[in-house]
C-alpha cells in the first residue's frame, strides 16, 4: 500500500501502482475529470473502443448539493480517539489528457461539528470502504512525524555532501538510527514508561522522540562515565544528586 500526500496525486503514479498491485491512497484534487465507465460498443460501428463514458458531476457538485447522501461513521481518529465524520463514496474513471482513466474510488468527508473543513480523498481499491480509505489516511502522519523528528534531532536533509550516493547511503541510516533509539528507549524505559520532563512553560501527556533520545543518552553517558574506576585516582568531591542533574539536563540539551 502507498499513502501519499495530495502533491504526488497523479493519473500517472495511480496507473503504475495498478500495474504493479499496490493500493494507492491519496488526496484528490477538486478539479479532478471523473467519468462513468463506457457502455458496450454500438453493433457496427468501427474504431476503437471508448475508454470512458460520460462525465461525472464534480467534486465540487457533490459537495454543494443539498441531497448529497451523506452517511455518518466513526474513524479512528488521531491519538487513538474515535471520531464521527460524514462521508459519501461513489466509484469513477480518474483521467487525464494522454493517458488510459485509472479506476477508483473517491471519499468525501465532511466535519459535524464544522472545525475540519470538507476534504477529498480516493483510493484505488475499488472494495474499499470510505472508513478503511479515512483510516489509512490518518496512518500516514506517524510517517509524517517520523519525517519531522529525523530532521529536527537527526539531521536528516540537512547533511553536508554533495554526492548522491553519499546521500542515499545517509538518508537511510539516518532513519534507521531512529528506529533505534524508539528501540533502546522501549527497552531501557520502567515498566513501558518513558520519562517526560516537565516544564513550567510546557507540559505534554505523551513522550516524543526527544524524551526516547535523552532516555538513551543518559543509559550511554552513565555507562561510559560512571561505571567503571579510573586507573588513578583523581576524585573531586561532587554531590550525587549534581551529577544526576547533569546527567539528566546535559541529554535534553544536547
Known amino acids: 500500500m502507498l499513502v501519499v500526500d495530495g502533491g504526488f496525486a497523479a493519473v500517472s503514479l495511480a496507473l503504475a501502482c495498478v500495474r504493479t498491485q499496490v493500493i494507492m491512497v491519496s488526496r484528490l484534487r477538486w478539479d479532478a475529470a471523473l467519468y462513468h465507465w463506457p457502455g458496450p460498443q454500438p453493433r457496427g460501428k468501427r474504431g476503437p473502443k471508448p475508454v470512458k463514458g460520460k462525465r461525472q458531476r464534480g467534486l465540487q457538485g457533490w459537495a454543494g448539493r ?11 481518529w488521531y491519538g487513538g480517539k474515535g471520531k464521527k465524520l460524514w462521508v459519501f463514496s461513489h466509484t469513477a474513471l480518474w483521467h487525464t489528457p494522454g493517458m488510459p482513466p485509472v479506476e477508483i474510488r473517491f471519499v468525501l468527508v465532511c466535519d459535524p461539528e464544522g472545525k475540519l473543513r470538507m476534504e477529498a480523498f480516493f483510493c484505488t481499491d475499488l472494495q474499499a470502504t470510505p472508513v478503511q480509505i479515512l483510516e489509512w489516511v490518518v496512518m500516514r502522519w506517524s510517517v ?43 527497552r531501557l524505559s520502567q515498566a513501558g514508561q518513558i520519562p517526560v520532563p516537565v516544564m513550567a512553560w510546557y507540559r505534554k501527556a505523551e513522550p516524543t522522540f526527544v524524551d526516547c533520545l535523552a532516555l538513551v543518552r543518559r543509559h550511554l553517558w552513565g555507562a561510559r ?27 535534553l540539551a544536547a
Request: some cysteine; glycine content about 2%; hydrophobic content about 45%.
Open 144 to 186: 509524517e512525524v517520523t519525517f519531522e523528528e529525523t530532521r529536527a534531532h537527526l539531521g536528516l536533509e540537512t547533511q553536508r555532501q554533495w554526492s548522491d550516493q553519499a546521500i542515499a547511503r545517509t538518508t537511510p541510516v539516518l532513519l534507521a538510527l531512529f528506529s533505534i533509539v524508539t528501540v533502546l528507549a522501549l
Open 225 to 251: 562515565y560512571m561505571a567503571n574506576s579510573a586507573a588513578e585516582a583523581e576524585c573531586v568531591q561532587l554531590p550525587r544528586e549534581a551529577v544526576d542533574l547533569l546527567i539528566h539536563g546535559f541529554p
Open 66 to 76: 443539498s441531497d448529497t447522501p451523506w452517511e455518518t461513521v466513526e474513524v479512528s
